[in-house]
């Protein structure tokens, strides 16, 4: 394992995109630890007497407000930085959630094959074929707004991502000698399947889970967009973006910082998971 | 023929499921959908009975669901509790918007990713690829919500030289015959009153939602064309077309693209998906009356009987798409057929 984590990153080093990539989640990983100390204001703190005051270093800006204010008068800069907490948690909950559920039920699916695999890969082509966004917000429908309910909906949608690139690798690796050994040893299925085959199907897990961070990310902020994510006060980036929205002819600023957060940060964790992917298919790697 | 026979009969298990989903999430919703319906306050005890039979949701859920299933077979996909039309009624006059703006958008995508794809496969490794490949990467992790804020920002509050939302100008009355407002602004009764205007306002209005929409399938069909291309260009027949002393343009236009189609195709087919999701995001910055803007607003007025229906019929479009587009896939690629 340790070689393996050390090889893999002998190889990331040697792609540019993917180091940008570690850089700037590093960055933004940082920014929301010490979202406490960082922040000049408390992002909920309503400044009446300021009320979309344009960024510090343009004319009519106020240097105790970097970013400037928004509609309520809320520090930017401040609402920015803890909306990186928010969004980080998010995609981390979102790729806990749907991996785990996703690599249960691919690695059933393909071990035990059958009926059972049958069962499994109807669902996952059945939600596979409702638009992502649409089931998500159909969930959120359901199940009312906010952002827990929000994770839970995106995550509903990225399992069958998991379930199909596992359930492939486990069909592969269920044939191999060391499977057969296990089984003369008297190792239990479960055994088998999580202790023996699981590890051998890291390589695409870990490529997934990194994606999947973005496409978790970049959902939830949409559906906080469409104000069914995180409700006001938090401060989420997407709802800051739908709040924004009637005042992008005065206010472009306000408009302009919370995407580019999210375009940063899906950016980066993209940049990573190609990388990531390069480093550990051997296949591609031959013909680059 | 067993093909084709064997890909319908594989609908029948996808479209039962996805009509037992949107049967199931409706029933899901917390509260009593008769309430919902009349209203907490008008709910004195003989009406609500009266609804609840009405509605068939006295029925043990099993019966519930076979007449769910045998009115969605009969075309009756439910009505809108805000505006009383039929839920199908409500679908096929939006439909066409969307279908507009994914065309235009998807078409777009194609006609630049296509060859972008192609001059960065062949000049690989060069500046031209790396900045194709991370402009495209950028585009690919684009949240299109703040995407088409950015546009309008530019475009139309900057430059002023592009409308903020909707289909057309107020100014024109166009008949609705297709829909399709490309095509009913040319017809002769419109062009006579008010010549190429309306068609030109069409077009305005298009631009940036088209834009907005099209963006990641643009980096994605430029991504995919690339890999296509590169995987393909390694191929024993391309060497051998170009020892035979061939034209280097004429095996990559006729050897090497049409095969490296496709992949390509199967590409187009699957984002066809996401167009219907970006234009759930797009239409709703745009204003643009189409199917997405109807779901998010059918969902924020709790229109509970547009959303199922909605649901159900934009999943089995997109499902029939798939069908379609494995039957292409089938008929393209002889490999398939032994």
């Not at chain 1, 059933?108 to 939600?127: E, H, N, P, V």
């Not at chain 1, 961070?213 to 469409?226: E, K, Q, V």
């Not at chain 2, 509260?31 to 709910?43: M, T």
Request: charged share 15%.
């Amino acid at each position: 394992m340790k070689l393996f984590i050390s090889e893999l990153f002998y190889e990331l080093k040697k792609n540019k995109g993917s180091m940008i990539g570690i850089v700037i989640i590093l960055f933004f990983i940082f920014v929301a630890f010490f979202a406490w100390p960082l922040a000049p204001h408390d992002p909920t703190f309503i400044y009446s007497e300021f009320l979309r005051l344009p960024p510090s270093f343009t004319p009519g800006g106020n240097a105790q407000f970097f970013f400037g204010t928004d509609d309520l008068g809320r520090d930017l800069l401040s609402r920015l930085i803890y909306g990186s907490q928010v969004s980080l948690s998010v995609g981390f909950a979102v790729v806990i959630l749907s991996l785990i559920t996703g690599t249960f039920l691919g690695v059933l699916a393909g071990y035990y094959g059958g009926s059972l695999d049958k069962i499994i890969m109807r669902i996952t082509d059945l939600i596979m074929s409702l638009p992502s966004i649409l089931f998500a917000i159909v969930i959120v429908a359901v199940l009312g707004p906010g952002i827990s309910n929000a994770i839970v909906a995106v995550s509903i949608v990225a399992v069958p991502n998991f379930v199909r690139i596992i359930r492939a690798q486990v069909m592969v690796e269920k044939n191999k000698q060391y499977v057969l050994a296990a089984r003369l040893f008297g190792a239990s299925n479960f055994r088998i399947m999580f202790k023996e085959i699981l590890p051998n199907c890291m390589a695409p897990l870990i490529v997934q889970a990194t994606l999947g961070f973005s496409d978790g990310i970049l959902n939830c902020a949409a559906l906080g967009f469409l104000g069914l994510g995180a409700q006001a006060p938090m401060s989420e980036w997407g709802t800051m973006l739908s709040d924004a929205r009637s005042y992008i002819e005065s206010s472009p600023w306000m408009v302009t910082l919370p995407g580019l957060c999210i375009l940063v940060v899906v950016l980066s964790f993209n940049l990573l998971g190609d990388g990531l992917r390069d480093a550990l298919d051997p296949r591609l790697k031959k013909q680059n | 023929m067993k093909y084709f026979l064997k890909k319908l009969l594989d609908l029948i298990p996808t479209l039962f499921g996805i009509s037992l989903v949107c049967f199931i999430l409706i029933r899901l919703i917390p509260g009593d959908p008769v309430l919902n319906l009349i209203g907490e306050r008008g709910a004195d005890p003989a009406r609500y009975l009266e609804m609840k039979k009405a509605l068939g949701l006295d029925l043990p859920i099993y019966q519930q669901f076979w007449f769910y299933l045998k009115n969605t077979l009969q075309g009756d996909i439910g009505t809108s509790i805000i505006s009383n039309n039929t839920v199908w009624s409500e679908f096929i006059e939006r439909f066409p918007a969307t279908m507009e703006l994914g065309f235009i958008a998807l078409l777009g995508a194609t006609a630049l990713g296509l060859p972008l794809g192609m001059i960065a496969a062949i000049k690989r490794n060069s500046f031209f690829d790396y900045f194709l490949m991370s402009t495209s990467l950028i585009g690919y992790s684009m949240p299109i919500f703040w995407w088409g804020l950015i546009l309008i920002l530019f475009f139309s509050v900057k430059l002023g030289i592009t409308p903020v939302s909707g289909r057309i100008d107020f100014l024109f009355d166009i008949p609705h015959y297709t829909g399709f407002y490309l095509i009913d602004t040319l017809q002769s009764s419109v062009v006579k009153e008010n010549g190429f205007a309306p068609l030109l306002s069409a077009l305005k209005h298009l631009l940036l939602p088209s834009i907005a929409l099209g963006t990641i399938p643009l980096a994605v069909i430029a991504r995919m064309t690339r890999s296509s291309m590169l995987e393909v260009l390694g191929e024993d027949y391309i060497r051998t077309a170009r020892a035979k002393g061939m034209n280097k343009y004429r095996v990559i236009a006729i050897h090497a693209l049409r095969n490296a189609l496709i992949p390509i195709i199967t590409t187009l087919a699957l984002l066809f998906g996401s167009i219907i999701t970006g234009a759930i995001l797009t239409e709703t910055i745009f204003s643009w009356p189409g199917i997405g803007k109807w779901i998010v607003a059918s969902i924020t007025a709790r229109d509970y009987p547009v959303i199922q229906g909605g649901v159900l019929i934009i999943s089995f479009v997109i499902v029939l798409t798939n069908m379609l587009v494995d039957i292409i896939y089938y008929v393209l690629n002889p490999k398939m057929r032994s």
